[in-house]
């Protein structure tokens, strides 16, 4: 199973939703939430109970949001717990469980990567400032383009589409090691006095 759970940014924790259980899971998606309601108390003794509202599908009755949970491990679990123990249900914890384990693991080493980065972030700053090619857009424009070579997205789509406000703290681990990559030939680039059309040149062919 791909897709149990999620992860926003560097300081969330990983979650996955009411939706994603009750599929998961073969229980109708109102039974579930109707437990998340019914037992409110008990799952915000493990955290705050997230949700987000999205639009009604077109051609739904009424016009009211639909509300999904983001439920934690421990949240998520606890949910586990009311269901009925069948075995599609059995499967089902043991792949979540997986799943939760492999988004913490994920999570601590872009953590690791993120703060090893900023010092050559640092570097890369100090590098423009001092380029004799440079302009008051060179920096922007170079984070832009390191982007876009390492996850094919600009710095507003990763934002957007992973619920972040730092686009940086967005990027996979193996999106960081590109990006990273990627930041030390624009260093040595730039150290080399070369022109913004050279540096672009490199570092979409590399």
């Known amino acids: ?35 998340i309601r019914n037992h409110k108390k008990d799952f915000e003794d ?6 987000e509202n999205a639009k009604p599908l077109k051609g739904s009755k009424g016009g009211r949001p639909v509300k999904t949970y983001h439920l ?9 717990t009311y269901l009925d123990n069948t075995p599609q249900v059995n499967q089902f914890k043991k792949s979540l469980v997986r799943e939760f384990y492999r988004m913490k693991k994920e999570l601590t080493t872009r953590q690791i990567n993120r703060a090893i980065e900023k010092p ?3 570097t890369l700053m100090d590098a423009v400032k001092s380029w004799s090619n440079a302009n008051q857009w060179s920096y922007r424009n170079m984070t832009q383009l390191l982007l876009k070579r390492a996850t094919g997205l ?16 967005g990027l996979t681990v193996k999106e960081q090691e590109r ?3 990627l930041e030390n030939i624009a260093i040595g680039l730039v150290g080399l006095n070369k022109t913004w059309d050279e540096v672009k040149g490199v570092l979409l062919l590399a």
Not at 11 to 28: R, V
Not at 72 to 80: D, F, M, R, S, Y
Request: hydrophobic letters at 35%.
């Open 1 to 35: 199973m791909n897709d149990l759970v999620f992860m926003h940014g560097l300081n969330e924790e990983p979650y996955t939703t009411d939706k994603i259980i009750a599929k998961c899971s073969d229980n109708q998606l109102k039974v579930v939430k109707n437990l």
């Open 46 to 51: 493990f955290g705050v109970l997230h949700f």
């Open 72 to 80: 934690n491990e421990q949240q998520a679990t606890l949910l586990i």
């Open 120 to 122: 050559q972030r640092q």
């Open 154 to 169: 600009t710095a507003n789509q990763i934002k957007r589409q992973r619920h972040i406000d730092n686009s940086l703290d």
């Open 179 to 181: 990006y990273t990559q």
